[in-house]
């Protein structure tokens, strides 16, 4: 069974950083495009960054230099560093991955979430 546990939430102040972390756990043979998606009460799930399996990086538009996304694939493991955080961040954090569960057989699993909040 593969799942994607996530930690590092929490409550922060304006200005602040957290480090999210999201592990890979289970029987796999590699893991592809690893993601950090996030959905704010009322508004749709927005893409924040994605690193593929080579290290490429894509970032929101909304991000401006302030989060960094990395992964350890000996780990099976993706961070998302998030630095000068802003009010407007405050959302459930997910992580996503494309999972080879086998030769030719790729499968996307999602985490459960990780509440981030940005208030003074």
């Known amino acids: 069974q593969v799942q994607l546990v996530e930690s590092g939430g929490g409550l922060v102040q304006p200005g602040g950083s957290l480090r999210l972390s999201c592990a890979v756990s289970?029987?796999?043979?590699?893991?592809?495009?690893m993601n950090w998606y996030r959905q704010a009460p009322g508004k749709e799930r927005e893409l924040v960054a994605q690193?593929?399996?080579?290290?490429?990086?894509n970032y929101g538009d909304f991000v401006k230099g302030r989060f960094t996304i990395s992964r350890d694939n000996d780990k099976k493991t993706v961070y998302l560093q998030m630095d000068n955080l802003k009010p407007e961040d405050t959302a459930i954090y997910l992580c996503s991955a494309e999972v080879m569960v086998d030769y030719g057989i790729n499968v996307i699993y999602w985490g459960q979430g990780a509440q981030v909040t940005v208030s003074s």
């Open positions: 289970g029987s796999i043979v590699g893991l592809n495009d």
């Open positions: 690193i593929s399996s080579t290290h490429d990086r």
